[in-house]
């Protein structure tokens, strides 16, 4: 994936988002010049950052041994999808900011499938791993089933032997960066937030995928 053209790509955007550009401007323009696919403007969308904004996001990761005791805020539909992505042996990409995300364009389409227990099953072991206080998942009201996969969380949850909740919610971002730490990589919450927590770069450490790092190129 990260042929010669991407990588002129990648160097073109982090030269124009240094020097102040607007993301979704510097991104449009670096696209169309290369004439990039989707999944390349979409690697270049969610992963490519600033060194100010690198700085910023990479101050805010948390070590494992410091959840231990607080309350975590989890972006359910963020993180389930990168963790199903791992789980599936498909692309996911250690961005400049150090954050592990996935390329599925999915956003309000998600829908629940064969992978997702497993992959809930996975975030819910780590969590429990990590011994925070309480977790609390935010699944966006807006996507189908949702209602029926906060259900489905509760019950791993009680299962596990787990102290949280999962709830639907509208403006899910704005819910979990209230959190102690909170869990997601989306760029928003991310500068919301006090402290971040990456659970699909803990799965990384159990699970082989396709890892793709980008900070290196």
């Known amino acids: 994936m990260l042929n010669e053209e991407i990588k002129s790509a990648v160097h073109d955007l982090r030269y124009l988002l240094n020097r102040g550009y607007p993301r979704d401007s510097a991104v449009e323009f670096v696209s169309d010049h290369y004439l990039l696919e989707l999944e390349r403007r979409h690697l270049l969308t969610r992963c490519v950052f600033s060194k100010e904004e690198i700085r910023d996001h990479r101050s805010r990761l948390l070590n494992r041994n410091e959840v231990d ?5 989890v972006d359910g539909y963020n993180v389930l999808i990168t963790v199903e ?7 996911v990409i250690r961005c400049d900011d150090g954050f592990i995300r996935d390329l599925q364009a999915i956003f309000g389409k998600y829908e629940m499938s064969d992978s997702t227990e497993p992959a809930l099953t996975e975030i819910l072991r780590i969590m429990k791993d990590l011994d925070p206080e309480k977790v609390v998942m935010f699944f966006d009201e807006q996507v189908s089933k949702s209602g029926e996969l906060a259900g489905l969380t509760r019950r791993k949850l009680e299962d596990i032997g787990l102290e949280g909740d999962a709830k639907t919610a509208k403006g899910t971002d704005a819910k979990v960066w209230k959190y102690e730490i909170s869990a997601s990589s989306d760029r928003v919450v991310i500068e919301r937030s006090e402290k971040m927590l990456d659970i699909p770069a803990e799965v990384l450490d159990v699970k082989r995928t396709r890892l793709i790092d980008i900070s290196r190129v």
């Open 69 to 73: 005791g607080k309350e975590v805020g």
């Open 85 to 91: 992505s791992i789980l599936n042996g498909e692309k």
